[in-house]
């Protein structure tokens, strides 16, 4: 089975920067539409940000565009999410996640979390004001 494990996590400052890695195991990175969640206590999984398994197209949450850079480097069978210019609404559990194989049906569903097979436990990122 695929099994994801995420790191990176940790307090900075606001404005500061995080590049948080997403491992891989089981699986190959450029077979799943690969994404990052983040939840906040209290609150539901919010969509971050997306790589297709061909990494031709990427999607943004609204709150993370322009600030956020989701990328995948295959030899290491890892996904990237650099956070720039971070805000203490940011602070969550970020957490990683696997989708389906090369389906027609990520063009929609990429944006819930429903859409996806496996997860990682997340790790935590905490900003400060």
């Known amino acids: 089975q695929v099994t994801l494990v995420e790191s990176g996590g940790g307090l900075v400052q606001a404005g500061d920067s995080l590049r948080l890695s997403c491992e891989v195991s089981?699986?190959?990175?450029?077979?799943?539409?690969m994404a990052w969640f983040r939840q906040a206590p209290g609150k539901g999984r919010e969509f971050v940000a997306t790589?297709?398994?061909?990494?031709?197209?990427?999607y943004y949450g609204d709150a993370v565009k322009d600030r956020f850079t989701v990328s995948r480097v295959n030899f290491k069978n890892t996904v990237y999410l650099q956070m720039n210019s971070l805000k203490p609404e940011d602070t969550a559990i970020y957490l990683c996640?696997?989708?389906?194989?090369?389906?027609?049906?990520?063009?929609?569903?990429?944006?819930?979390?429903?859409?996806?097979?496996?997860w990682g436990q997340g790790t935590q990122v905490t900003v400060s004001s």
């Open positions: 089981g699986g190959f990175v450029n077979e799943y539409a």
């Open positions: 996640a696997a989708g389906p194989q090369r389906t027609a049906r990520w063009t929609t569903g990429f944006r819930r979390q429903e859409f996806y097979d496996y």
């Open positions: 790589i297709k398994w061909n990494s031709d197209i990427l």
